[in-house]
T-cell receptor
């Protein structure tokens, strides 16, 4: 019973295409995130939603657009894909309130732009 | 800006050879420091949260400790299955996001 699940796991596409990645969590968390992991394994936050409201929007090209239809789902749509978008994208979820909020991650989507 | 630096970048040990991984951080008020394990082709797996200096947490062969400037992940008598990349992250007060270090790639040879 997967806690945070992403689809697809692999995505190979040509430059200029538009693609989407979907994420769902069944942990009952109220906050979801998109992180990007580059070739050097460095994880960096892109977006965060709390109860469908965007609360973090790091310096990300506006070709990337997150959408959260409800607090259990967070999708990432990418327009006009570029070679530099190739990376592993991770979805994560956590609780917002209270003390330090450890995040739980999905298995990742490896995006390759050719 | 919150920052995390991990060292060494890579560490190769023999089975049973204990060692420590370092995570140095700067943060404007620490809400929590996190350790994750990441296996190839998988997402980070949560290990520990540490909240304040002096705190320690253990899980099997792993023990995490925290000071005001750094955290250590001690690995005692490691086994080949402990091979993975270990990631450290911090969360500051008022911040929702985790800021990650670049990780330490640990290899345990049988």
């Amino acid at each position: 019973d997967t806690a945070v699940s992403q689809t697809p796991k692999y995505l190979v596409t040509q430059m200029g295409n538009d693609k989407s990645i979907k994420c769902e969590q069944n942990l009952g968390h109220d906050t979801m995130y998109w992180y990007k992991q580059d070739s050097k394994k460095f994880l960096k936050i892109m977006f965060s939603y709390n109860n469908k409201e965007l609360i973090i929007n790091e310096t990300v090209p506006n070709r990337f657009s997150p959408k959260s239809p409800d607090k259990a789902h967070l999708n990432l749509h990418i327009n006009s894909l570029e070679l530099g978008d190739s990376a592993v994208y991770f979805c994560a979820s956590s609780y917002r309130q209270g003390g330090a909020t450890e995040a739980f991650f999905g298995q990742g989507t490896r995006l390759t732009v050719v | 800006e919150d920052q995390v630096t991990q060292s060494p970048e890579a560490l190769r040990l023999q089975e049973g050879e204990s060692s420590s991984l370092n995570c140095s951080y700067t943060v404007s008020g620490l809400r929590g420091l996190f350790w994750y394990r990441q296996d190839p082709g998988k997402g980070p797996e949560f290990l520990f949260t540490l909240y304040s200096a002096g705190e320690e947490k253990e899980k099997e062969r792993l023990k995490a400790t925290l000071t005001k400037k750094e955290s250590f992940l001690h690995i005692t008598a490691p086994k080949p299955e402990d091979s993975a990349t270990y990631l450290c992250a911090v969360q500051g007060w008022g911040a929702q996001k985790l800021v990650f270090g670049q990780g330490t790639r640990l290899t345990i040879n049988p």
